[in-house]
């Protein structure tokens, strides 16, 4: 599997602002011992970047349940209960009586998780504000010292926590690294099945980010996801490749396409799952960042390989209108 996909180490950071008022403070001490834990990992320091992984995750509980406790308090007062459940009607109310440190919770909060993530409902806020004790980035970080030692059920174990609250990411996007994680150390762990079902629901995930990427201009951005999800398609499609073949072994893009070709059901599988979309969308992606050699490369690939007619004359057209230019 390492073989066709390029795997990246999930990065972590969350936004802090230090604010003082009357007794909360905004402490970046989580994200710095994230930080410093991932050094310690590249350093293969694992036992300490465990004991920093697991002291972040005892900093981010800890204040998590002090936001919780003193927003829960102020609630409490008569002219706040009077106000209602509507946010905005809530943070004007405490505004109005100098709760500052209160209205400084809920601005953090505000600036990953906006009020209609909430409904513009307090309690929901409020709800998800106990919920959000969970630490996805490290429990993700945790299982990658796991999988690096060798130790696949219990990095299986972290990484699904992690998958299990990707709600409370502070970098959405990163819920593509966890399930693609999951995909992988399933394959250590040999379970075919599991690993095809992770690989299936992160390639969906891709195509449609990629497309969004796309339709925004935001190529960049485009690229990444849609390089990773191009690998993953190359992993799956060599995956079900060998159940029928076992001696199969990925040699080249093009031989696998036209292995591919060759197997109905492989066929329908690929189609079904836009596998052949997010190719095009790479090269298309390629021409637009002017990497034209790559991109008219993959273009010719697919143009004579590709075994759908309606997908290979696509590619055929824009391999052309590359060599023209």
Not at 43 to 54: D, M, N, Q, S, Y
Not at 193 to 204: A, G, H, Q
């Given at each position: ?9 999930l990065?972590?950071?969350s936004?802090?602002?230090?604010v003082?008022g009357?007794g909360?403070?905004f402490?970046?001490g ?8 991932k ?16 002291k972040a995750r ?21 002219e706040?209960?009077a106000?209602?459940?509507l ?6 109310t ?9 209205c400084a ?10 009020p209609?993530?909430?409904?513009k ?18 429990d993700?970080?945790i299982?990658k010292?796991?999988?690096?030692q060798?130790e696949?059920?219990?990095a299986?174990?972290?990484?699904y926590?992690?998958?299990?609250a ?11 690294e ?12 040999g ?19 990629t497309q969004?990427y ?31 073949d076992f ?10 396409l ?13 189609e ?21 050699m ?6 010719g690939k697919?143009?004579?390989?590709c075994?759908i ?17």
């Open positions: 599997m390492k073989k066709h996909i390029t795997v990246f180490l990065s972590i950071f936004i802090v602002s230090p003082c009357q909360i403070f402490s970046s989580p994200w710095h011992l994230l930080e410093q834990g050094i310690a990992y590249e350093k293969r320091e694992f036992g300490e970047a465990i004991r920093l992984f697991e005892r900093v981010h509980k800890s204040q998590v349940l002090q936001y919780y406790n003193y927003l829960f308090s102020a609630l409490k007062s008569y706040v209960r106000a209602g459940d946010i905005a009607n809530v943070y004007e405490l505004k109005k009586r100098q709760d500052d440190d209160a919770i809920l601005d953090k909060i505000f600036l990953t998780r906006p209609e993530f909430f409904d409902s307090i309690k929901n806020l409020m709800e998800w504000l106990k919920k959000s004790e969970a630490y996805p980035e490290c993700y970080l299982g010292v796991y999988e690096l060798g696949y059920r219990q299986f174990t972290l990484y926590a992690a998958w299990d990707r709600d409370f990411l502070y970098i959405p996007d990163n819920r593509f966890i399930i693609y994680s999951l995909s992988h150390v399933c394959s250590l762990l379970q075919t099945d599991n690993k095809e079902k992770y690989l299936l629901l992160t390639l969906r995930a891709y195509i449609e980010l969004l796309i339709t925004a201009g935001e190529y960049d951005r485009a690229y990444r996801t849609a390089l990773l999800g191009a690998n993953i398609a190359v992993t799956y499609l060599s995956d079900v490749t060998q159940k029928i001696t199969y072994v990925y040699t080249d893009f093009s031989d696998l036209e292995r591919v070709g060759r197997d109905t059901n492989i066929l329908k599988v690929a079904a799952k836009k596998i052949w979309r997010i190719f095009l969308q790479f090269a298309y992606i390629l021409h637009k960042k002017d990497l034209n790559q991109a008219a490369d993959l273009y697919l143009a004579e390989h075994p007619a309606a997908y290979a004359r696509e590619a055929e057209f824009w391999v052309s209108k590359i060599q023209q230019q």
